[in-house]
């Protein structure tokens, strides 16, 4: 289940998932930039299998959207995608 939170945008990944309150101040699993109140993504639960985390954990992984499209589709074509929907 992928959670979302922020702005829901009209997209089935939206559909399965719940609204969840933005992860302020918690790092994003991809750009490793702190979350901020404005920001929209989405939270997938992952496997904290850190030294910190003995034994490992569930938690959500936080990701600001982009960087969801961008670890999934790859740089390339989310940053193609940008150019087009932006006119970029
Ligand atoms: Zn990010």
Known sequence: MTDW???RH??????????VPVPVGMACWYCKERI???D?????PALMDVPQF????????N????????????PRLTDAALRKHYGG
């Open 5 to 7: 939170f922020g702005k």
């Open 10 to 19: 009209d997209a089935p990944v939206y559909d399965d998932g719940a609204e």
């Open 36 to 38: 901020k109140a404005d």
């Open 40 to 44: 929209d993504g989405f939270q997938i």
């Open 54 to 61: 003995d034994p490992p954990e569930y938690g959500p992984a």
């Open 63 to 74: 990701y600001h959207r982009w960087c969801l499209f961008r670890m999934i589709l790859g």
